[in-house]
């Protein structure tokens, strides 16, 4: 088997766990043996970490698939997928690791299986360096389901930084096929919404003066919009451990879903996390595309998978996209090709992101 195994370099580019997630997801749609070398080279500790390694053998467990080398801290695996089963799948990061994670890594898979899926992720919903559960629920689900599928995602309990402990179930069905999007008409902004939360032993006031924090930054931007930041705080019985932030959206005329979102640690100020966030939203309207930063990668492998050609106008292509399409095309036979926007407004910096996608089609339906 070893001479047909793609050999990929998981030290490159964005050198993390993406080029992991994006890889084996492929690999266990294509049938495609792997090996990937170097993982994480591009990061503090280098290796599989627990949210990894959990997501790993979610994909090879729903495709009853070979993998070797799967330890915490390794640094090369094999990966022998086989055939995509729907059902039922558990995967638990026993620490704080996203479930946003888990999800984008076997979310494109159980499209193509073969039967309806349940996808039980455990590990930490509001997460640094990772999407928030509500940024899945509120942004990236309405969009990517432009593809033409619908999941529903139901979050049983959150879980914050250090000990985890959060669930989401998800629920999806396979397709045939995927429909190409067009997400190339910013339109204008017609309302800004969000939540702020605190769970745990944190007071309420924490989140209104997110909240409040927040909407004052906004204010000063754009004067003339109802901006509805509703502070939370999450029932004990559905919250472990103790957390807080802020998520808020922006939806324009056109129906794209824009946000900005941070979370509180000890120590940082409550107007901080809402500032943050708020300022993360401007940027991201700033530069005129109908995507933001963090939704950018998350569709490149829906766009390989898809039938057709997909064109998406964001901002400054991000390093994690960047890397999402240099694996999608090392993997599949979509092509991207990524131009500078002609119709320049003046100091707006968009890009067209097209794809002529391979029209995977799911042979099991």
């Keep these: 088997m070893d001479g047909d195994r793609v050999e990929i370099d998981g030290g490159i580019m964005e050198g993390g766990g993406q080029i992991l997630r994006v890889s084996t997801a492929l690999s266990c749609l294509l049938g495609l043996p792997l090996r990937v070398r170097r993982i994480r080279a591009g990061r503090s500790t280098p290796g599989l970490r627990p949210q990894h390694l959990s997501g790993l053998e979610m994909i090879r467990d729903l495709c009853d698939g070979k993998l070797n080398g799967g330890e915490i801290g390794s640094t090369e695996i094999t990966f022998t997928p086989g055939k995509i089963k ?10 704080a690791g996203s479930v946003c994670l888990l999800m984008q890594v076997a979310m494109p898979c159980v ?31 309405p969009i990517v389901e432009k593809f033409n599928f619908t999941f ?7 879980g914050y930084y250090p000990q985890g402990g959060g669930e989401v179930v998800v629920q999806m069905s396979p397709v045939k096929e995927l429909s190409p999007i067009n ?30 924090a927040a909407v004052r930054c906004i204010r000063r931007e754009i004067r003339d919009l109802y901006i509805n930041i509703q502070p939370v705080r999450e029932p004990d019985d559905q919250a472990v451990g103790t ?28 107007d901080k996390v809402g500032i943050e966030a708020a300022e993360m939203l401007l940027q991201n309207l ?40 240099h694996f999608a095309e090392q993997l599949t036979k979509a092509k991207f090709t990524v131009t500078k926007s002609e119709e320049e ?3 707006n910096d968009t890009y067209i992101i097209e794809c002529q996608g391979m029209g995977m ?5």
């Design 286 to 325: 700033k530069h005129g595309g109908t995507v933001d930063d963090s939704l950018q990668d998350q569709l490149i492998i829906f766009m390989a998978l898809a039938k057709g050609v997909s064109r998406v106008k964001s901002g400054p292509i991000t390093l994690h996209t960047q890397t999402a399409i």
């Design 86 to 95: 729907g059902g039922t799948h558990i995967a638990d990061t026993k620490t």
């Design 111 to 141: 499209l193509f299986a073969a039967s309806p899926s349940e996808l039980h992720l455990k590990g930490g919903t509001n997460a640094e360096m990772a999407p928030q559960i509500d940024y899945t629920v509120m942004v990236f689900k």
């Design 243 to 270: 957390g807080s932030g802020i998520i808020i959206v922006a939806e324009t005329s056109t129906g794209c879903l824009l946000a900005g979102s941070s979370l509180g640690k000890r120590g940082k100020n409550a």
């Design 183 to 212: 997400l190339t008409e910013r339109g204008t902004v017609t309302k800004i919404y969000g939540r702020a939360f605190v769970a745990g032993a944190l007071p309420i006031k924490l989140a209104k003066d997110m909240s409040a």
């Design 345 to 347: 407004e003046p100091g």
């Design 361 to 365: 089609i799911n042979s099991n339906l």
């Design 152 to 158: 529903n995602c139901d979050i049983k309990r959150r």
